[in-house]
């Protein structure tokens, strides 16, 4: 019984395998993604990341002042 049913199953988990990549698709592996999609990533990881730091740099004032000696001022 157990031999019949790997027979029957795996052919219809191929048969699957594009549902289960529309639902999860990071599934697919890194060697089938596109260059394209991969830079347009990147590109948004370093927009997030430029935007992060002019927030930080808008709302934290520079504190040197705070760090320098007090005959200097």
Do not use: H, W, Y
Not at 3 to 22: D, G, Q, R, S, T
């Amino acid at each position: 019984m157990v031999p019949m049913l790997v027979i029957l199953a795996i052919p219809f988990m191929e048969l699957l395998l594009p549902v289960a990549l529309k639902l999860f698709p990071n599934m697919l592996p890194s060697t089938f993604e596109d260059k394209l999609k991969k830079e347009e990533e990147l590109k948004k990881r370093v927009g997030v990341k430029l935007e992060v730091a002019r927030f930080l740099q808008v709302s934290c004032p520079p504190r040197s002042f705070l760090l320098a000696p007090e005959e200097e001022l």
